[in-house]
């Protein structure tokens, strides 16, 4: 049984659910339905189309202008853009390309092969917008120490200046960095690219049918396997790891196979010990 719990914890259990092709901005894709009695709104979108169609959007040169234009004046379109951007606007007359350059505000000591979250500062003179959507890059300053490397962050911009930073020691020895080191500086983000991993892919389209083929074939063996050992209700087609994970999961299941219940009247037996 399917139940919704709501704002103030209001439990509905919706009536039936429906597959249909929905179409938003022009991307259509098949997206599961609930049709739940007394819902006011017609239709709600939930996240997971809302990304989906985002990222299909990104494609599309209409979509970076859109993001890129002047709403001054219009909260609605205001939201809307970060709705589309999936970050905060910067708020301001001018949008600045770099707020400025973070400093630690006291010694750290970072072990070898270490990775760090620091929180650095920005000046106090520094033009801010709180809340708005900020990247933190490494700086490109010279005087940055030696032997770490400094991650990229997309992170909230905080009105006393904090900001966090991802510092990894990538040298065998402990480094100490010292008070006011530069390590990054802070840039307006307008929009955020998604990151999405499809395992077993690469870059180009040749590659990626050959590479698409190969797991296909490899994904129908290891389902073979499940159903000769009475698992074949495992969905292994969208297990979310490596093929050669995927074979090593399979084989373990098959070497364990007599712990696993076969159908809903499968419950063992369980023997008392004294």
Request: net charge neutral; proline share 4%.
């Amino acid at each position: 049984m399917l139940i919704l719990v709501g704002y103030g914890g209001v439990q509905v259990n919706p009536m039936c659910m429906y597959d249909m092709e929905l179409s938003l901005y022009g991307v259509k894709c098949m997206v599961p339905v609930l049709v739940v009695t007394g819902q006011k709104d017609d239709v709600i979108v939930c996240t997971n189309m809302l990304k989906y169609v985002l990222h299909q959007l990104k494609n599309e040169n209409n979509y970076w202008k859109l993001i890129s234009s002047n709403t001054k004046g219009s909260s609605d379109g205001e939201q809307f853009l970060e709705m589309m951007t999936s970050l905060t606007r910067w708020r301001g007359e001018d949008v600045l390309e770099k707020v400025g350059t973070v400093k630690l505000t006291q010694a750290v000591s970072l072990l070898p092969k270490q990775e760090y979250l620091l929180w650095g500062r920005l000046p106090s003179d520094v033009p801010k917008s709180p809340g708005s959507t900020v990247m933190v890059k490494p700086t490109t300053c010279r005087c940055v120490p030696r032997g770490i490397m400094v991650g990229r962050v997309v992170t909230p911009l905080w009105g006393d200046g904090w900001t966090p930073m991802k510092v990894t020691n990538i040298s065998d020895k402990p480094i100490t960095l010292r008070r006011n080191s530069k390590l990054a500086d802070v840039f307006t983000c307008v929009a955020a690219e998604d990151l999405i991993l499809f395992q077993g892919s690469c870059q180009s389209e040749a590659g990626s049918i050959r590479v698409t083929h190969g797991i296909q074939g490899e994904n129908t063996d290891l389902k073979d396997r499940l159903q000769r050992s009475g698992l074949e209700n495992v969905d292994i087609d969208h297990c979310e790891a490596s093929p050669s994970t995927k074979l090593q999961l399979v084989t373990l299941m098959e070497k364990y196979e007599d712990v696993f219940s076969k159908h809903h009247l499968d419950c063992g037996e369980a023997k008392g010990f004294t």
